[in-house]
């Protein structure tokens, strides 16, 4: 304990002071100018940081140079003049650093806070005349956190109550702790306080703070700096002898109550769990050096270590209780915290704890406890490197790092002893083990014992690799990538931590991260009416509501949903044909159920989602229930010019009948050749089947009919049992610009939310609405984009019929009627004021076909002209 502090700007200007007097003494020609020049350059670093491993440095930033700085005018005001200069804002809360030349930022950085410490640049300038500074910025909103150097501790002379590092102590104390933080943090209001209180100053005392010590009886700054160009070096010299004498007379007057508290403070560094890692005294050397030149740490007695285990023994005899050989390891590969503890707890150690010492607001002194290393889960979990000593936040934190460490490093450790007090972990390969406990009085855990590398090969099989493990360390993955399969989540598995992984293994973790993310099925049905009340009021005019029904317990249960959104509803009133199709589809979560969709056509040729709902089960009564709102949101009161595409779906046949009787009901083709092909077989009847349901007119569907009937008759009668007006072309009702024969809209609109199917049925909503939105704004862009009349695939359409035209010649029959000749001998009649034809084609779809394109040619106008308002790029 008997130290003096020595701020390392005395140490400084002592030095200083000694280059200036040899300079006078070995040059005859040097004037006041070459002590404290006019003028000098100033190399300023500004835009980087620091960092203190392995050696403190600056990283980044850059470095400008101001010429023709005034020595006499030198103030921390000019400094800050000069930071402005370099495009700074006049607002922004400056912190500069001073750095002695010659000396590494270790030791030859100081903290400028007044204007002696700018007087200290001056006095030490170098030969070059450029002195360097380091700039950092705050604002108020955005403060910064600055450093100044700690405090450096040097032996006192013989006489005083003190005891001596040994020099094998010193070499070990560097090698356990060699990254030491030189640098505390220093805030801006404090310093601006701090500065305030040394300008407001006229005393000769220097201001002191709880980071940076001066010595009391330093010389009057003002005194100093009248007279820095005449008797600098003689000043410096005359300030350390009067700093070293006042501080021995202190430490001798202080010298027995210290003692007392050194021994109070050993007994309490006794704690095996009160612990800490030993930290070197960088600046220890150097201070030793000084000390040296003034007579300082000579003949300071020396006293030997003891081993941990006495110790214990000896305060455990003391104080009446057993031994715990628990934590003591008498391997040699093995290393114990009660060996890294002797450090602080003999006699020789108190020199070390001394730096662990700090002073109260009221200026006692108070002992801080060796620091160990704190365990960082966010970033070292991945990667876990353990150290006797370190500590962890709880038991949890420490038993998966020990678990993800040996699945990196491919180990099969098992658990010894696991319980929220005691964790001791053995390789089964090797001797290997760790062996952590928590800490007494605090809720920390902390590594005891360790041994030092495995002697074991590297398995692949690993018994600590589980699907909770798994979702522990992939959940974040899974977060950012929402798409991601179990296939892919076991292929990163695998790549990331070389271990086997099974497929039931990558399953169980896909659950268990969707439930971490999305929550479990079962609370997102009970937060389900919030989420449609929330959709009500971000979408007003639209439908969503649920139905519930009370079983016998008085439990509420989910029956079924509806939503159709007010701008779907909207859009497609507006720009759509009357054409539905409507299909179901499963679901894939936890609790099942059926999804039905009803899907229009746009202009484009292209789905536009119109409503869904999900009900539990798929019959005639859930598809009542959603037919009969979808007709009241629609608001079809008269269903003659509606055409409805379904498929062979239970309970929608009869649905559609009584929900809209007077609509055109039409199936699916590829449906009905799924049923016809299990009876009927093979490409030709295939061929002859798709032939009949493209016919546009009732004469080529007789033809062929009668040539499928030639193929087989069987297939002949199957397919004259349905009714055409179903699934031929030829049956089709004309004026709603539709001739489809397949629900490809209703399949593609189930294949997009294929995935979201799977997710549970708020995040399922949430999903098919974000969808929703982005295809909307993804065609509005696209239209907005294209140029022309008419929509891009209506355009190819009629692109493709004017090449037809080429093959067919139109001859005026009077009353703007044709009659065009086909070269196979076909004869068909165009009406340009009916706007019809023949083959039916223009009156189904809405699209001049290949013959009146030929009428309109004739006639020399824009076949565009002809084509119906529901496929133009704007409508009305």
Known sequence: MGRKRVNVREKASASAAKQWKAKEKTSTECGPNDILPNSFSLAIHHQGEFRSSPSKEYVGGRVDYIDNCNAEKWSLQVLDECAVRLGYPKDARFGWYGRIPGMPLETGLYFCMCDWDCDLLVNTLPLNRVAEVYLQVGTDDNPVRFQTQKTEYVDMPEGHKTSA????KDKE???MDSDIAILEE???????????????????????????????????????????????GKEAQMATDNDIQADETDVQADNNVQANDDMQADDKFDDPDYTGQVEEDVLFDEALKIGQQFGVHKGAPEVGPSTSKDRRKKRASREGEAVDEVNICDEPDMVNVEDMQSEYETDCSRELKSESESEDEDGRKRNKKPKFSVFNEKTEMRSPRFKVGQRFSS????RLAVRIQAIMEGRDVQFIKNDTYRVRVKCRGCEWQIFGSKMQGENTFQIKTLSKEHTCGRVFHNRNMTSKLATRLFVDEVRKTPSMTVQELMTRVTEELNVDFSLKQGYRTMKKVRDIIEGSHEKQYALLEDFCGELRRANPGSTVFVETDEDEDGIVRFKRLYMCLEPLKRGFLKGCRHWIGLDGCFLKDTYGGQLLTAVGMDGDNKMFPLALSVVIVENYDNWSWFLGLLVQDLEISDSSNWCVMTDKQKG?????RDKMPQAEHRCCVQHLYTNFKQIHRGLALKERLW??????????WKVEMEQLGQESAAAHSWLDEKDPKTWCRAHFRCGLDCDILVNNMCESFNAVILKARSLPIISMLQTIYLYLLKRMERNREAMSKHEGLLCPAIFEILEKAKQEQCMCIASYAGTMKYQISCPFGEQYIVDMAAKTCSCRKWQLRGIPCGHAVAAINRRHEA??????????????
């Open 691 to 700: 032939k009949c349901a493209k016919a546009s007119y009732v004469t080529h």
């Open 863 to 876: 076949p565009e002209k002809h084509v119906s308002n529901t496929y133009l790029k704007i409508t009305t």
């Open 395 to 398: 038991v949890v934190i420490f």
């Open 165 to 168: 590092k040994q020099d094998t």
């Open 186 to 232: 220093v805030d801006f209001n404090d310093m601006d306080n701090r500065r305030k209180n040394v300008a407001d100053d006229n005393s000769n005392e220097v201001a002191t703070n709880s980071h940076e010590n001066f010595d009391s009886k330093s010389p009057n700054l003002q005194q100093e700096e009248d007279n820095k160009r005449d008797n600098a």
């Open 173 to 175: 104390t560097s090698e």
């Open 652 to 656: 929608l046949v009869q649905a559609v």
